[in-house]
């Protein structure tokens, strides 16, 4: 670890355009200073380390068009990995830690990191997760795992208790003030501009490097509808703590 710079944490919410944030922290600080997190094993590893980035074009059109198999695969990739490594290892000169992980998950290790995160909508995000859970058959390597049932509607998935304000649980109880930089999907653009900024001014990149923005990756059309009656009123009341999340993250990045 470099004892001069802090290490951003980004928390990953589950269909928050996180796969477009690894590809643009790969393009700006390369490979070998960014670790990725393995939900599955709660461990971390150096995106240089995997023989193919969970960001690459090749990865992201295989896992689209291959649910049956890609969660196997990547099990089995990171497993083979990260089991190399300690629980709490942190890998040398790392500048990120992307991935999947409550808010809090690296605090103890990393008290004074960079904390950041990007918040959706909650009813667009929330569809976005069904679809992918959906088509993955439950297979998707979340921080809340929900067991594969043909049956389960959307409606009946986004009002299950363990995804009751699901990007408020992923917060840990923090403040999104608490946070360095704050983001919404909308304005990822926003969102990497200040984050290339901030690692100029850190020292993990000189300013003559040139910010690429970002391209949007792992993008899919929503392919079910609501059928319930007065279903969408429900569901803000049940994510209301979410809701008002998003409407503080809005506020901030104005």
Known sequence: MVSNKRITVNVHIEKTAGTSLLQFFEYTLG????????????????????????????????????????????????????????????????????????????????PNAINTVVIRD????MHS??????????????????????????EQYAMLPIMQNYQVQACAGKDLKSFTVVGITERLDMFTKTLYSLFVSEGYIPYTVPFNGIKNMNQHRNTHEIKTNGFEKAFYLFHK?????????????K
């Open 122 to 125: 909650p009813l667009k995000r």
């Open 241 to 253: 703590d979410d809701y008002d999340l998003y409407e503080q993250a809005k506020s901030l990045v």
């Open 31 to 110: 490979r070998n200073r960014i670790a990725f997190y393995d939900p599955t094993t709660d461990r971390i590893i150096k995106v240089s380390d995997l023989f193919l980035s969970p960001s690459n074009g090749f990865v992201d059109t295989f896992q689209l068009k291959s649910y049956a198999f890609w969660p196997y695969i990547k099990k089995a990739y990171f497993g083979i990995q990260t089991v190399k490594r300690q629980k709490n290892s942190i890998p040398n000169n790392i500048a990120v830690i992307h991935g999947h992980f409550k808010a809090d998950r690296f605090d103890t290790l990393l």
């Open 129 to 154: 997760q069904y679809d992918h859970w959906k088509r993955a058959k439950g297979r998707s390597q979340w921080r809340v795992m929900v067991p594969y049932d043909p049956r389960m509607t959307f």
